[in-house]
């Protein structure tokens, strides 16, 4: 498995929402999941940051999901919702519970 920390700059948290949940059901395709999302910030204008940790079983299947067709078709509202991602992967090494 491995843990992928996903760090995002958020323009509009409305239109986020709306993205997040398609991009969620396409990332159950390749057995993905959001393990956790907590904001950093709300301002008063609907921006702020998000910080979501990602589950996949391998850095293969986190790139097809990355790579998929009806992903790419959400990239309008994605550049819409979203100013900016960082990203850094990590494999688990040890599961704590």
Request: no cysteine.
């Amino acid at each position: 498995m491995i843990n992928v920390l996903v760090r995002l700059n958020v323009k509009d948290f409305g239109l986020f929402e709306t993205f997040e949940k398609q991009a969620a059901m396409i990332m159950g395709k390749y057995d993905g999941r959001i393990i956790s999302a907590f904001e950093i910030a709300r301002n008063s204008d609907g921006s702020g940051e998000e910080i979501h940790i990602l589950e996949f079983p391998n850095e293969d299947t986190f790139n097809r999901y990355r790579a998929d067709a009806d992903l790419a078709k959400l990239s309008e509202l994605r550049q819409r919702a979203i100013a900016d991602t960082e990203v850094q992967m990590s494999v688990r090494i040890k599961t704590y519970f």
